[in-house]
Structure formats: C-alpha cells, structure tokens
C-alpha cells in the first residue's frame, strides 16, 4: 500500500479516488456537483495544475472563474505552490466580472467603447438614476431609482437590451424609458455599469465573429467555480467561449444557489446538459470541512426543499460538539451571548480568526458590533460600509476620475464644490443648464459658462480656479503615476485641511487617505485605467484582511466558499431568515434555507445558532414578538446540545419556546437611530448644503427635512436614497 501511494503522482496525493478522477478526465465537458466542504475548489484548482503540468495546457489557454477576487488570490497563490513556478501568472483568473472589464478594454472598441471607460459603482448607479428620475420627470416616491436599477439590472442579466425590454404594464413603460434614459447617460459619460460588464461581452460574443474567434482560440479552456450562481449573460458568455473546443469543467452545488436576486439561475446546470451533450458528471460525498453532528444538522434543513437531488454527504469526522441553539430576549442579548462564548472559546484556545460570526442583513452587525467594543474583542466587518464607498476615498477618487475624464458627470458633481470653493447650487444649475444647451458634460457647460462670463466676479473666479485645476490634472496624468497624481489632488484642493477638521472622524478620514495612497503605492506601475478598474470591481469580502487576528462578522452572502472552526448564525427569526420579503413565496422561502444551509455548512468544528424574542430595527418603534425561525423546526434534537422542551409542541408549527410562558423583562426597550439631527449640516449632490430643520421616522424610513440655500428651499428627501452626507461640525 504504501508503495502504491508513491506512485501517485504528487499532484493527486492529497485527494481521494473521486477527486482524482475528476481532476485527471480528459478534457470535454465536466460537471463537479457536489455539497459543500466536498472539496469542488480544491478539485478545481487541481485540475488546473493538472492540465498545466500533465497536459501540455499553456497557461495562456486557460480562463478560470471564480465568484470573489479574493477567492481567485487564493487559487492563484495555491497554484504557485503546487506547480513551483510562476507559469500559473500568464493564466486569466478572476470573478466574471474583472475578466469582461479587462476583455472590453481591449475589445470595447467594436461596441463603441472608448479603452479608457469606467466603471460605475453602485453609488454611481445611483446618483445616474436619481438624474433620470428627475430628467424624465418622474414621481421619485412612486418610481424609486433603486427599484428602477433593479428592474435594469435583472433586464441585463438577462441581456435584455432597452429597445427590448418587454412592455406589459405602465410600469414597465417606465422602466423602460428609465432604461433607455439611463443606458444614454452613461455612455455620455464613458461609463459602463457591473451588469454592462457582463452583457456587453456577451453581445459582442453573439455578434461579433471576428472577436469571438478570437477569444476561442484564446480561452481553449475554462474553469468555473460556483457554477450554481452563473446567471443568463455569465452563461451565454461561457457557451460562447466554449462552442469550439468544449472544454468547459465547472463545479457546482444547487443547493448552495443563493444569488437568485442578481440574476443567478440554477437551472443553468440543466442548460449545461442540453447544450453539452456529451457533458460528464462527477460527484464527491466526502465532506473535509464539518463534524458529522453539523452536516446532520445541515442536511436535515436542505432535506425540506423540494426540486433538488438528494445527495449522500459523509464524514470521518464523526460526532463532534452538538450545535448550541440559543434565546435571547433582543439583539443586545443576543450580541451579548455571542460575545461572552467567543471570550469563553478565546480563553480556551480558539484564536479570533477562528471564529465567524454571520447574519442575514447587515443592519444585525450593529448590536454585535456595540458588544464587541464593550468586550474588547477585536472584529473586522465584513461589507457594510466598504472602504471604497467612503466619503473621502469617494471624493479623492472623484478628483482623479476627473482627471482621468472630466466628462465624467458624476464626478464632476460630486466634487465641484468639495471642499466648499464657492460655488453653490445656483451656479451649479446655470453649469448644467450650459450643459443641456450644448449638448455636452457639466465639465464642458462650465467651461462654455465661464466663456460667456456675467456670472459675477466671485463665482467666476471659483469656477475658473477649479477649471484650470481640472484641466492641469488632465495633463499631469500622462507623466504622473497614479500616486503621484494622488498626491497632487489631494494638495491641490487642500482636502487634508478639509478634512482633518479635529474631530475624531476627521483623523480617522484622513487615515482612509492615507491608506488609499498605501494601496496604490503597492503597484506603482499601474495605469491610471487598470486602477480604476481595480477599484470599482473591489467586492465586500476582498476586503478580507487575513492579516489581523479578529472575529469575522459577516452576511450569510458573503459567507459562500469561506470556512471558521467556529459559526456563530444569528437572527435566526421569522422575517430575517426567512426574511420577510420572502416569505410569500416557496420559491423563495427555498433559497432563504440554502442560505441557512450555506452558513451552516461554514462551520468545521462548532456551530452555534441564536434568535432573538424581539429585535428593534432602525425605525421600527414597536417591535412585535418575532417567532423563531421555521426553518429550526426541521432539527432533529439529536444534533442538539439543549434537546428543545417539546412537551408545550403540539404540532410542528406551534411550537413555543419555553420564554414564550414568561419573558424574561417586561418591557421592550426600542432604540430608534436616526442619522440626522435638527441644525445638522449636510451636503447634497444636486442641491449644495443644507441645514437640518427636522428628522423624523415614517415607517422603517427616515425622513429628513432640510433647508438649501441659493433659492431651492426646503426639501423633504429619504436618509436611505438621497445622495447626501452630513458635514462635520464647526
Ligand atoms: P463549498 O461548497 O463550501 O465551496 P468545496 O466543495 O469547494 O466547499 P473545498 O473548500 O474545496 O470544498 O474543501 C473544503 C475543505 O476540505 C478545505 O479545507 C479543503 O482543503 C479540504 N479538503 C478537500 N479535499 C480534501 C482531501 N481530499 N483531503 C483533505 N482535505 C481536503
Ligand atoms: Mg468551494
């Protein structure tokens, strides 16, 4: 036996007989479906050092698709590893999204696409709508641009174009329109958004035969991970890229679809059997990651959902710690308990990076995050609010993208009076009115208005001040680095003064800055392009720092492919998980429990999950009772530490948790948090600053009431949608 071990080629001795079969097929058409902790990313990432040392691959022919930046790091550190060389570097490895950005550099040109586009983030998104909105005369109560960005995004990922987009009630006439309106405004500003990423590349494979056989020729062999969240436009590109030389091997578990709101589609698996044929399916019933007690626990949930294939997962590691299921009276008690185990399991051994703990939306990480603090437990957060989603990395790299085009509306707006140079709202309304009747960008209506002069002589020398600003930056980035041009728009407009106002968050803002300036000094080779690109494609787990030792809190999305020794799902609540917007619906009501079902099957060793009897929300001031989870039904009490009291069950769903009889306190306390405050001052992106006059909650909604100046008054605008920041106080 243990000779026949040294015969196997190093490549395969840490897998067993199924993966190694399914990393040493011939090429062709391979399907890896197979529950999770199975070992699918392993076996990819096998499979592709397989073809490069045992197949005679080129790097070069190879395109690997992973569903996180940071995942594809990660394959692309472990490749080097196993193959002992660089060679793996020449190989496209990326999320789709990064590999169609860098595909549409090149190629954009066919579909009328400078080189030199940009990305549009979701803020940018929505900054772009709300003008839409507004430009088309739209009711922005009745038709959120949120929900009209939505409505897009699906069309797209469906690679339904404007012209096509199907027409059946009025308010698909206004999508409609929105559509088209919102398509126009970002090509004026050479802007392509995430979704356009996608279709794009796939309308150019569909129509372009020059281009498409190119890229067969170039892509011979593509690898997919998280095949089960590919949606339409993601498919028909692979289909694409495949037509020619059908060596397409992607790894899949259905029961681990969870993006179904992006557009993701499992049934793609079945397109894959139709389209391929000759497709070879494998499957892997090893699980490495959980104890037998959680993947019980695991199965027994997923077991309840119908139009799935029932699959055999087993492990050698048997037993293991039952799962804790725990009551809380509310949130704090809740985040109270997670803090005082994760002391408890930190004392015993366990580092902070072992542990995870995980929600449904990101509002629960605010009690857990309070009761950290109050610990002394260090965590990082996972998404919230992302680094490049800050204020001040916005605003700097809102200066750059001016420099990079100072077409780029966007931008433009955002920056042209931060920080304040005088130029208020009224004269930002004659730019853009010089705009309209030119037909150009804000940047060319300023330069026609500063022209046409009688704008008076304080505003006029603000505006040319900021015009010979822009315009230098636009030279200087042909002979700066990116740094260099960092440097240089942070000390032209004076931003550190700005905005290290003395307070607390002013330093901590101008650290951003400075971090910023770090991330960029790490590749000073880069274009100005690539980074900007890089930037906009940043995803919330990339931002996972493996470097400092802390509690992971994260939402049950970002948790896919990742792994702790120890889980910690809270919320597990009728109206969070299932979440509320769900629960009219089976379908959906099915992807809430794989969602369950993907954060249990996170845990390796120890997994605790805990409810709350009532959870104040941001401006939900009565909080009812909220039920458990009906999904925690479905758990046998065998996987449990605490077997339930089940005498007061009289039937599955009326189950009562023994609280119910007496709670704990009497009263619920409900903090309500509003983010302004009356005589606040803040700064929108349209109508300049303002002033709070009042604040106050309708429903779940802030509603702020607000005074602007230069003559457009008092406006009533949402926290939660309008493009407006409160600014620091004096
Ligand atoms: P998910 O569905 O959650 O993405 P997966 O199927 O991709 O899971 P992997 O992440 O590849 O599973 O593997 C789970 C864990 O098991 C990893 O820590 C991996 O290194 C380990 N593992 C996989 N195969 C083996 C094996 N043959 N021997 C030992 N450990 C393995
Ligand atoms: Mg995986």
């Excluded at 705009?435 to 505003?459: E, F, P, V």
Aim: with cysteine.
């Amino acid at each position: 036996m243990v000779s026949m071990k040294q015969d196997i080629h190093p490549l395969l001795r840490v897998l067993n007989e199924q993966q190694r079969a399914a990393v040493t097929t011939p090429t062709g058409p391979v399907l890896v479906l197979a529950g999770p902790g199975s070992g699918k990313t392993r076996v990819l990432t096998h499979r592709i050092a397989w073809m490069l040392s045992e197949m005679h691959v080129s790097p070069w022919q190879v395109l690997a698709v992973t569903f996180t930046n940071k995942a594809a790091r990660e394959m692309n550190h472990r490749l080097g590893t196993m193959l002992g060389d660089t060679s793996a570097r020449a190989m496209m490895l990326g999320t789709f999204h990064a590999t169609c950005a860098r595909i549409l550099r090149r190629e954009g040109e066919t579909l009328g696409l400078s080189p030199n586009y940009l990305i549009f983030d979701t803020d940018d998104q929505l900054t772009v709508m709300k003008q839409v909105v507004a430009d088309l005369g739209l009711d922005d109560k009745k038709y959120r641009p949120h929900n009209l960005l939505n409505a897009i995004s699906s069309a797209k990922n469906e690679l339904i174009l404007p012209a096509d987009y199907p027409v059946r009630t009025y308010h698909d006439e206004i999508v409609a329109r929105a559509y088209v309106r919102y398509q126009q405004t970002l090509r004026k500003n050479d802007g392509l958004d995430f979704d356009d990423l996608l279709m794009e590349t796939a309308r150019m494979l569909q129509t372009n035969p020059t281009v498409v056989r190119q890229y067969r020729d170039r892509f011979q062999h593509i690898l997919v991970d998280e095949f089960q969240d590919t949606n339409i436009a993601q498919y028909v590109i692979l289909k694409q890229l495949a037509a020619e030389h059908h060596s397409l091997y992607v790894v899949a578990d259905e029961d681990q679809s969870i993006y179904s709101w992006r557009g993701a589609d499992y049934r793609n698996i079945v397109r894959l059997r139709e389209d391929f044929p000759e497709l070879l399916e494998f499957l892997l019933e090893e699980n490495y990651r959980s104890t037998q007690v959680i993947l019980d626990g695991a199965q027994a949930i997923i077991a309840q959902n119908s139009d799935r294939t029932p699959k055999h997962l087993f492990t050698e590691k048997k037993g293991g710690q039952p799962i804790s299921l725990n009551e809380a009276y509310d949130e704090q008690e809740e985040a109270d308990f997670v803090a005082d185990e994760t002391t408890r399991l930190l004392r015993n051994g366990h580092k902070h990076g072992d542990i995870a703990v995980m929600y449904r939306t990101n509002a629960q990480s605010r009690a857990l995050e309070e009761s950290f603090i109050r610990h002394n437990i260090p965590y990082r957060l996972i998404g919230a609010t992302r680094f490049y989603s800050r204020k001040e990395i916005k605003d700097v790299l809102g200066y750059v993208r001016l420099a990079h085009n100072p077409d780029d509306d966007v931008s433009f707006a955002r920056v042209i009076n931060v920080p304040p140079r005088g130029i208020g709202a009224r004269t930002i309304s004659a730019v853009a009115a010089a705009a309209q009747r030119a037909g150009g960008s804000l940047y060319a209506g300023m330069l026609a208005l500063i022209q046409a002069g009688g704008q008076g002589g304080r505003t006029e020398r603000a505006l040319s001040a900021f015009a010979a600003m822009v315009a230098q930056w636009v030279v200087l980035r042909q002979e700066l680095s990116v740094a260099g041009l960092i440097d240089r728009v942070v000390a032209d407009t004076d931003y550190e003064t700005f905005i290290r106002d003395g307070s607390d968050q002013g330093e901590s803002r101008w650290e951003n800055v400075l971090a910023l300036r770090a991330v960029v000094a790490e590749a000073p080779d880069i274009s100005l392009t690539d980074f900007l690109t890089d930037v906009a494609l940043v995803a919330d787990v990339d931002e996972l720092s493996e470097e400092v030792d802390a509690v992971t809190l994260l939402t049950l999305h970002s948790a896919k492919g990742l792994e702790y020794p120890v889980v910690f799902l809270t919320g597990l609540e009728e109206g969070l998980l299932p979440h509320s917007r769900s629960i009219e619906s089976a379908v959906e009501v099915a992807e809430e429990r794989r969602l369950l079902y993907v954060g249990m099957t996170r845990a390796e060793r120890r997994l605790y999950l805990t409810y709350a009897f009532r959870r104040s929300w941001r401006g939900f001031r009565d909080s009812e009772p909220s039920a458990p989870s009906r999904f925690l039904e479905d758990l046998p009490d065998a996987v449990l530490k605490q077997p339930r009291d089940r005498g007061r069950q009289a039937t599955k769903t009326s189950w009562t948790p023994s609280w119910r009889a007496a709670p704990k306190r009497a009263e619920a306390p409900v903090r309500v948090e509003l983010q302004y405050r009356t005589g606040q001052r803040v700064a929108h992106a349209f109508y300049g600053e303002g002033m709070v006059l009042g604040s106050e909650l309708e429903g779940r909604q802030e509603m702020v009431t607000v005074l602007f100046g230069n003559g457009i008054g008092v406006k009533k605008l949402l926290s939660s949608m309008a493009p407006m920041e409160p600014l620091p106080q004096h």
